[in-house]
């Protein structure tokens, strides 16, 4: 049921739209409760939540890229936490600086994985305004730069702006490295991040939902015994580092208080495994529809700017 469910469900911001919107998501959400009746709860694995960072590394005396970590690694909802971090490599003050390949080497020794936002020193610009020449080049360089810092390499391209088109897409496959977008966001990115914080735990949970009742419907991939669920977030917002334990403790207190199961590691805490997820959601390209693409600049979504930002749903 993807079919005008990617535009519906996803496909417009604002007030005015709200109704509409939510309208579209029930209407969405109809087969797969028609699905989920044939499917026993017992027959489909748990989730595992899949944590991402987009836009870092955040550099200086008081990196928000090391607080975050320094919670995932020690925090009481589960400690030994790993995640993918999706870095900016050639930004003079994100991968680009000294300080920033320090950070990156940090992040693959602490058992993370590294994957490539931007591998321009243009920084934060979407792929599909970038010329072919000068985003394949990009790419090359980015996974070189995140290479030479971290044996396991590149294997991942979150774009910026959640922006793409089909020959972006060429463009990944050609330098070897696999799209992967998120099924949940904190929408914390730079716009929204300082609305939607307020609510973030309502925010999550509806997210969740969501996630559920593509679960119940049989339509996540298992691997490893566990749901993959991607969750996006950005470590170079003040508020995300400040509160990321809040965050784990909302994923899991929200998931029980819906009925949602998961994993009796409900985070990842092995790079491998970590990978071996990822690739196998980046392998289908779909992906829960919710709010993520508000993650999205007006200007993309209104077709101002290049790109496209649609995506496979399940
Ligand atoms: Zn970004």
Redesign the pocket.
Known sequence: MQFNGIDMCNGFIGLVFYRLRATARTLCFLPLLVCAAGASAQQVAPVRFLLTF??GPDVGPNSLTVKIQQQLADNPVMPGIKALFFVQSAHKIRGGSDAGRQLMRDTCTGGHVLGL?SGTPRG?VTHPSLAPDELAESLVQGKLAIEQQCPHGAAFVRP??WAYTDATLAAYQNAGIEMLQADASAND?KIYGWIVSLRRRSHLRSSLERVAQVRAAGQLPEVDGALPVIVAL?DTNSYTAEHMTEYLHILVEESAAIGLPLASAPFYANRDALARAAHVRAQKQLYVCDKTALSTPIAVRLGFKEGDTRRGCF
Do not use: E
């Open positions: 987009d836009d936002h934060h910026p702006d990115g950005h």
